[in-house]
C-alpha cells in the first residue's frame, strides 16, 4: 500500500467532491475541476469531512496508482480553494513583458516580439515589467504554461540573461580567458 495513499485529504469549507462512474469531480469557490481514474481498483470515500483512498486489491501497479490520485486529488482540492500561482522573472539589458488584453507581449532580445495567448483557465499578471505571475486552479496546467514561458529564453549560463523561475539559481560559468602565460 502506498504511504502517500494511505493519507487523507481534509475537505476546506465550500468544497465538495463527488465520484461517479470513475469520474472524479471537485467544486470550490474558485470554479470546478474534473479527472477520469484510469482504474478501477481504487475507491473514494468521504467520511467525516476527509477523503480517503482505498486499493481494492494489493497489486504493485494499484499502489503506485493509490499514491499518483491520492496526490492528484490533493491538488484538484487546493486549487478549487486556493488556486496555485507560479512566478517567473524576466533578466537581460532592455528585457521587458507587458499584457495587452489576453496577450503577453515578450520583448527578450529576438529580432522581434514574442506573442504568448493566455490558455483557457489560466491568467496572466505582470505586476513590473520584468516579472509574470501565472495564476489558475489547475496545478498541472499553471506549471506546464510556466514552463511553455521559461522555454521562450532558457537561462544561459554566462551571464544569467533568460526568463527564469522567482528564485531559481542558475549555475554561473567562467567565460574565456585571454590565454596570456601560456607557451
Known amino acids: 500500500m502506498s504511504r502517500i495513499g494511505k493519507l487523507s485529504i481534509a475537505i476546506p469549507a465550500g468544497v465538495s467532491l463527488t465520484f461517479e462512474n470513475r469520474v472524479l469531480t471537485v467544486k470550490g469557490p474558485k470554479g470546478t475541476l474534473t479527472r477520469e481514474m484510469k482504474t478501477d481498483k481504487i475507491d473514494v470515500k468521504v467520511e467525516d469531512g476527509q477523503i480517503k483512498l482505498t486499493t481494492l486489491d494489493d497489486a504493485k501497479e494499484t499502489g503506485a496508482l493509490h499514491g499518483l490520485y491520492r496526490a492528484l486529488l490533493a491538488g484538484m482540492v487546493k486549487g ?3 488556486g496555485f500561482t507560479k512566478s517567473l522573472e524576466v533578466k537581460g539589458v532592455g528585457w521587458k513583458v507587458q499584457k495587452q488584453g489576453n496577450k503577453l507581449i515578450m520583448n527578450v532580445g529576438y529580432s522581434h516580439p514574442i506573442e504568448f ?3 483557457e483557465g489560466i491568467k496572466i ?3 513590473t515589467q520584468t516579472d509574470i505571475n501565472v495564476s489558475g486552479i489547475d496545478k498541472v496546467l ?3 504554461v510556466a514552463a511553455d514561458l521559461r522555454a521562450v529564453r532558457v537561462p544561459e549560463p554566462y551571464h544569467g540573461y533568460g526568463i527564469r523561475y522567482k528564485g531559481e539559481h542558475i549555475e554561473h560559468k567562467e567565460g574565456k580567458t585571454s590565454g596570456k602565460g601560456k607557451k
Do not use: A, I, K, L
Open 117 to 119: 495567448t493566455e490558455p
Open 80 to 82: 478549487v480553494y486556493e
Open 125 to 127: 499578471d505582470c505586476p
Open 142 to 144: 499553471v506549471g506546464q
